[in-house]
């Protein structure tokens, strides 16, 4: 299962910061990692920090955005180390290890680390299924990405020995890609049925992203949602022709 788990690091500024999280996933099993535009890589500074794991590091997924990072995806974790203002699922590392377990059986997951100085932006949070937040003092709470990545990593490769449910069979899970094509779709819909009345319907969207990031839909449950959209929307268009 922990072959599933791509850890993604998001526009990393320091290059030593990814050969630190490369030897925390190494130590504890894991070997997937992807970097999404990072200020400065290959750098000698990673492969010092890695410290054995350069493997990860010439093996490392290089994107432009996290779009494409997460598109094969079936679940997408991201990290937090603040509230966010519009409500999300927040687990702390041991609980999320756990479920980032279970769903690496229906396919790869990403755990998203942010930028250093800012984190992830609330767009890239709308992509996630849910949030971990590693508990730290009021008093001094910045963790450096690696560390962040060591604690994870290790709960992870703690519970990696344990059962997990079985999944219902043939429940293939959507991934990240198929979830963006029907987000696009059902906001098209809303506008053709002419229930959205304001434009862009940020709010209404973003909400609704999460309902359904929650939910978390088989790919054939997607096919069926879009399937009753595409049938309210040619109703639609029946009935402006009708009229």
Aim: aromatic fraction near 6%; glycine fraction near 6%; include cysteine.
């Amino acid at each position: 299962m922990l072959s599933n788990i791509r850890f993604t690091l998001v526009e990393t500024s320091h290059p030593g910061n990814i050969g630190g999280v490369a030897r925390a996933m190494k130590c504890m099993g894991l070997h997937s990692l992807a970097l999404v535009a990072p200020k400065v890589f290959p750098d000698p500074d990673a492969v010092s920090r890695a410290a054995g794991a350069e493997d990860l590091l010439t093996g490392a997924y290089v994107f432009s955005d996290i779009k494409q990072a997460i598109a094969d995806c079936v679940f997408v974790v991201g990290t937090t180390a603040r509230p966010r203002a519009i409500e999300w699922p927040v687990l702390t590392p041991g609980i999320a290890a756990g479920r980032i377990l279970a769903e690496s059986r229906n396919g790869p997951v990403a755990v998203l680390f942010g930028r250093e100085r800012s984190g992830l932006t609330n767009k890239e949070v709308e992509r996630c299924n849910l949030l971990v937040r590693i508990p730290t003092t009021e008093d001094y709470a910045s963790l450096n990405l690696a560390c962040a990545a060591q604690i994870l990593a290790y709960e992870l490769y703690l519970r990696s020995g344990l059962p997990n449910p079985a999944d219902p069979p043939g429940q293939a899970q959507a991934d990240s890609a198929s979830m963006d094509q029907f987000h696009r779709h059902l906001e098209q819909a809303l506008h053709d049925l002419n229930f959205i009345k304001v434009d862009p319907p940020t709010k209404l969207m973003r909400k609704l992203t999460r309902f359904f990031n929650r939910a978390q839909p088989s790919q054939e449950e997607l096919n069926i949602f879009r399937g009753i959209l595409s049938a309210a929307q040619a109703a639609a268009r029946r009935d402006k022709k009708g009229s």
